[in-house]
């Protein structure tokens, strides 16, 4: 009996192992591809490739067809054979234009994500903050003279600069906690736009290795680990506009690769007073292959900008004919900021299905920042310009573990992932004060260093039974916050504590692999400014957020995709933007209902249209009708295009913008007007030269990029007056670009 029950038990082990392919998948160019989809069409299981290229999928057998899907790469089908199934096999998928059929709709929380493409060389930017446009719904705004970060909108929040929304580049934390000039500030201008490969996102609280700001959604860009040619480009254009861009390899073998990228921009702006703006970055990546299936990545990159602004000017001073639209009421305003990153990222194949990963980062960040919204509101004679300055040091490390492949039953497969992880903010000297010329400090209104720790775990599962998949997670966040007032006349350094234990769950049914229905609801959080934390004595330390989503993607045909949501967002505390004093300070509850709705189409071979529409309906919970308005939160928007490649030797696009007018006070009396902005780009390619021209708002709409309800007083003015504020939108702004690649 024993005997017949090992053969048995050897025969059932055998038909498993002949019910899986093992494989790997390379480009033309014998590189490894990660992210491929693995599609077995025959039992509709599917799987993606590991940073080396390597997959495992169960439950294939001799006949069955494999579909390999990646956007940028021609689709391929395999038939599998006993060959496949007896050894490693390895599948060779070919780069091709970007095409909505390379997409497969398989059950993955985020596969929104998968249908947005970066090519930022044949679609140009100014900066990698314009690349959170490619985000459906989401809208930016610029307000400071081009140095700082820009003011971010989505659903339905006015997030100011991050503070609703997790931002990272390749793990490495953008959003500062308890910054000089705004809670969870995301300047993304330390990355080279052309550096950049990959963009995922993800809406609402429902991904647990994503923790604080979390709450509307998360954003990481993931930068090229190779580069395939060098490329150099030069730009110039209108307001003393130029921009020069190189990206070199300098090593590249079976084991080793690296390069540099490095750009210097340069502006004046359309403004009457020069903005004086440049930007220099310079990145280094250095990847190497160690013994057992290990990736050693290392990057290096530093950042510097300068800038002077105009600052927001006050409406009433356009209407009188006392400035235009582009003039400046104080002109000395303005900045600098630099930031040098070092990256570490390591990751070790197991097998087919575990992995390990782990990322290091240390982070050297300067903030200097000038700014005037009131002018002689509260000093009538130096005027109300005010300094904000920090000097910060961030540390970080993170390890996930991933098992794969794992199965439970016959029809049921298992997932999950765990992770660890710590960041370290040391700030000192991060200053709020009244100043002259952007020289002389009258008074420091505050003055102090934060010290502010975040540990943190998360365990992130999923189910695959059937046409069903559950995704069941958790995380769990520990904050030390600590600040020493340097303005007290006693030593002061205060400390408060705070755990925050975050589920989330998650359902998809894929009806078919054309269409799937889900179902998300978790909890988020962002954490409250240090300094407000110590001064409430530890009170809303880190308000909540509960949301929901129900929706579809669906693929009627392979070059159409269409996606739609209903959602829900409950936030225990929201934040405001207080212009007279230049700060953000919370608030009380508020929830938001909203619609998404989605469309991309593939029209012909060279020929690609997409809209997004977002509509949300904000309200603070608190506050009377009437007077619960939440300013400045958008509650319709839209973005759309249509973008050619590869007709002939042309490339190009031209694309929109909408927001709605929305509230800029809680009683709507005040009003932030909304706008409608087209930009053009067209690109010529001649052997290794493009030739491009790039227009923005090729229409010379007159628009208001950023508005706020402000309460100012200028010299002459004998009382103050509260009205709208705001930064005019660029008008038609044309400049030429030219690039190498070699």
């Known amino acids: 009996m024993k005997h017949l029950l090992t053969a048995c038990a050897l025969l059932l082990t055998g038909l498993v192992y002949a019910q899986q392919i093992s494989g790997k998948i390379v480009d033309n160019k014998n590189k490894p591809v990660e992210e491929v989809s693995v599609f077995n069409k025959t039992t509709d299981t599917h799987t993606h490739t590991s940073t080396t290229g390597d997959f495992l999928l169960n439950k294939t057998q001799v006949n069955d067809t494999l579909y390999l899907s990646r956007l940028g790469y021609e689709p391929k089908i395999i038939?599998?054979?006993?060959?496949?199934?007896?050894?490693?096999?390895?599948?060779?998928?070919?780069?091709?234009?970007?095409s909505l059929d390379q997409v497969m709709l398989v059950a993955e929380i985020d596969a929104l994500s998968k249908f947005v493409n970066v090519d930022v060389q044949k679609d140009p930017v100014k900066s990698s903050q314009e690349v959170l446009r490619k985000v459906p719904g989401l809208i930016i705004g610029q307000h400071a003279g081009g140095g700082k970060a820009e003011q971010i909108?989505?659903?339905?929040?006015?997030?100011?600069?991050?503070?609703?929304?997790?931002?990272?580049?390749?793990g490495i934390p953008v959003n500062m906690v308890s910054h000089a000039h705004g809670q969870g500030y995301s300047d993304l201008h330390f990355v080279i736009p052309e550096t950049i490969d990959n963009i995922n996102f993800g809406k609402g609280p429902y991904y647990a290795d994503k923790g604080n700001f979390a709450t509307a959604g998360y954003i990481n860009l993931g930068l090229k680990k190779t580069i395939d040619k060098n490329y150099l480009s030069l730009e110039a254009g209108q307001f003393n506009t130029n921009r020069i861009m190189g990206m070199f390899n300098v090593l590249n073998n079976d084991k080793s690769?690296?390069?540099?990228?490095?750009?210097?921009?340069?502006?004046d702006g359309p403004f009457k007073s020069p903005q004086n703006f440049n930007r220099f970055n310079v990145l280094a990546r250095y990847n190497y292959k160690l013994a057992g299936d290990q990736e050693l990545n290392f990057t290096t990159s530093h950042f510097q900008s300068k800038w002077d602004a105009s600052g927001q000017i006050p409406q009433r001073s356009v209407d009188n004919g006392s400035i235009d639209r582009f003039g400046a009421i104080d002109d000395t305003e303005g900045g600098e900021t630099s930031r040098t990153n070092l990256l570490v990222n390591h990751k070790k194949i197991i097998d087919q299905n575990q992995s390990v990963k782990t990322t290091a980062f240390v982070s050297q960040y300067n903030f200097e920042l000038y700014s005037n919204f009131t002018f002689f509101l509260d000093d009538p004679v130096n005027g109300d310009q005010i300094k904000q300055f920090e000097n910060r040091v961030t540390t970080g490390a993170s390890t996930v573990y991933e098992h794969r492949n794992i199965e439970l039953s016959e029809n049921t497969t298992f997932k999950y992932e765990a992770g660890i992880g710590f960041r370290y903010d040391n700030a000192d000297d991060?200053?709020?004060?009244?100043t002259v010329n952007r020289k002389t400090v009258l008074e420091y209104k505050s003055l102090g260093d934060i010290d502010e720790i975040n540990t943190y775990a998360f365990l992130n599962t999923e189910f695959k039974t059937g046409k069903w998949t559950f995704n069941p997670s958790a995380r769990v966040d520990y904050f030390k916050f600590q600040y020493e007032d340097k303005l007290s006349e006693t030593y002061s350094d205060e400390a408060e504590t705070k755990t925050r234990v975050s589920p989330k769950l998650n359902t998809i049914y894929s009806l078919n692999k054309n269409t799937q229905l889900f179902l998300k609801a978790g909890m988020g959080f962002h954490s409250n400014d240090t300094r407000v934390v110590v001064a409430n004595n530890g009170k809303s330390i880190l308000p909540a957020a509960y949301g929901a989503d129900l929706g579809t993607i669906l693929k009627p045909t392979d070059r159409l995709a269409l996606n739609a949501s209903l959602w829900?967002?409950?936030?225990?505390?929201?934040?405001?933007?207080?212009?007279?004093?230049?700060?953000?300070?919370?608030?009380?509850?508020?929830?938001?209902?909203?619609?998404?709705?989605?469309a991309r189409y593939q029209a012909l071979d060279w020929l690609y249209l997409f809209a997004d529409v977002n509509y949300s309906h904000g309200r603070s919970i608190d506050d009377p009708d009437g007077e619960n308005y939440i300013p400045l939160a958008p509650d319709f928007t839209s973005a759309g295009g249509i973008s050619i490649e590869n007709l002939g030797r042309f490339s190009g696009s031209i694309n929109y913008r909408y927001i709605?007018?929305?509230?800029?006070?809680?009683?709507?009396?005040?009003?932030?007007?909304?706008?409608?902005?087209?930009?053009?780009?067209?690109n010529y390619k001649w052997k290794n030269w493009t030739y491009s021209v790039i227009i923005e708002n090729?229409?010379?709409?007159?628009?208001?990029?950023?508005?706020?309800?402000?309460?100012?007083?200028?010299?002459?003015?004998?009382?103050?007056?509260?009205?709208?504020h705001f930064t005019p939108g660029t008008p038609f702004y044309i400049r030429g670009k030219i690039a190498l690649t070699f």
């Open 79 to 98: 038939r599998i054979t006993q060959t496949h199934l007896d050894k490693i096999a390895t599948f060779t998928i070919t780069p091709a234009n970007i």
């Open 153 to 170: 909108f989505l659903r339905g929040f006015d997030i100011d600069h991050g503070t609703d929304v997790n931002i990272t580049v390749d």
């Open 257 to 267: 690769s690296a390069y540099i990228a490095s750009e210097l921009s340069l502006t």
């Open 430 to 434: 991060v200053e709020l004060s009244h």
């Open 568 to 598: 829900y967002l409950f936030l225990e505390q929201e934040f405001v933007y207080v212009g007279d004093a230049a700060i953000v300070e919370p608030s009380g509850k508020t929830e938001r209902l909203g619609v998404d709705f989605g």
């Open 660 to 682: 709605d007018d929305r509230p800029a006070i809680e009683d709507n009396s005040i009003v932030a007007e909304g706008y409608f902005v087209t930009d053009f780009n067209i």
């Open 698 to 724: 090729v229409f010379d709409t007159e628009w208001n990029e950023t508005q706020f309800a402000t309460e100012s007083r200028l010299f002459d003015e004998p009382a103050s007056v509260e009205e709208i």
